[in-house]
Nanobody, 123 residues
Framework: VRLVESGGGSAQAGSSLRLSCVGS????????MGWYRQGPGNQRELVAD???????NYADFVKGRFTISRDNAKNTMYLQMDSLKPDDTAVYFC??????????????????WGQGTQVTVFS
């Protein structure tokens, strides 16, 4: 399953950006989708994730500022980032986990990552 992110860029502190992630493939079902980020010199960390039912889970450092959502019919996930801070500067990665239907062996689990999109917040 291929994931493609879009919507990154540069923004002033206090402003907003919206990230999108679209999944594509032959035959698959996504269970959990999530956004991760990796800042300079840091490990990749969870920002937020969301299950099929739409219940979100947020890291403490984005609660009240970021909103994750998804459109299951379009295999698409969004991250609305408001009140951006310079500390939010990072490469943001889309992640999806679920099941992919292989022709010979049937359903197999997958754990896919997007290529990442840079978000830079300046003061």
């Amino acid at each position: 399953v291929r994931l493609v992110e879009s919507g990154g860029g540069s923004a002033q502190a206090g402003s907003s950006l919206r990230l999108s992630c679209v999944g594509s493939g032959r035959s698959f079902k996504i269970n959990t989708m999530g956004w991760y980020r990796q800042g300079p010199g840091n490990q990749r960390e969870l920002v937020a994730d969301i299950g099929t039912g739409g219940r979100p889970n947020y890291a403490d450092f984005v609660k009240g500022r970021f909103t994750i959502s998804r459109d299951n019919a379009k295999n698409t996930m969004y991250l609305q980032m408001d009140s951006l801070k310079p500390d939010d500067t990072a490469v943001y990665f889309c992640n999806a986990r679920g099941w992919e239907d292989k022709v010979v062996v049937g359903p197999v689990p997958f754990n896919s990552w997007g290529q990442g999109t840079q978000v830079t917040v300046f003061s």
